[in-house]
């Protein structure tokens, strides 16, 4: 009798060995996951940033185009408006 409680408590053993092997590699995978999910998150991350400082660029691009555009456009102005008298003299001389 005292043999079958060796061999049941050397099965037991076993047994315990073999879930404590699983449990390691089941902990083993978590792990790795986890990793690879940071890895991901820290990709998915400098691509929101590379998006967000290109969208930023393209909006400040834009704002200088629309800035030179009305500058541009007063500039235009205020030369019209400096060669109006000039225009007006010349048409006024013309009989």
């Not at 996951?33 to 929101?48: D, F, G, L, P, S």
């Not at 691009?61 to 205020?78: F, M, P, T």
């Amino acid at each position: 009798m005292l043999s079958l409680d060796v061999d049941e408590s050397d099965g037991e053993i076993e047994w315990a060995e073999q879930m404590a092997e699983l449990e390691a590699r089941k902990a083993a995978d978590a792990a790795a996951k986890a990793r690879q999910a940071i890895q991901e998150a820290k990709v998915a991350q400098e691509r929101h940033w590379e998006e967000r400082q290109k969208e930023l660029a393209e909006k400040t691009q834009l704002e200088a185009e629309e800035k030179a555009r009305v500058e541009a456009e007063e500039q235009a102005l205020v030369e019209a408006e400096e060669r109006a008298p000039l225009k007006a003299a010349k048409v006024a001389m013309w009989p």
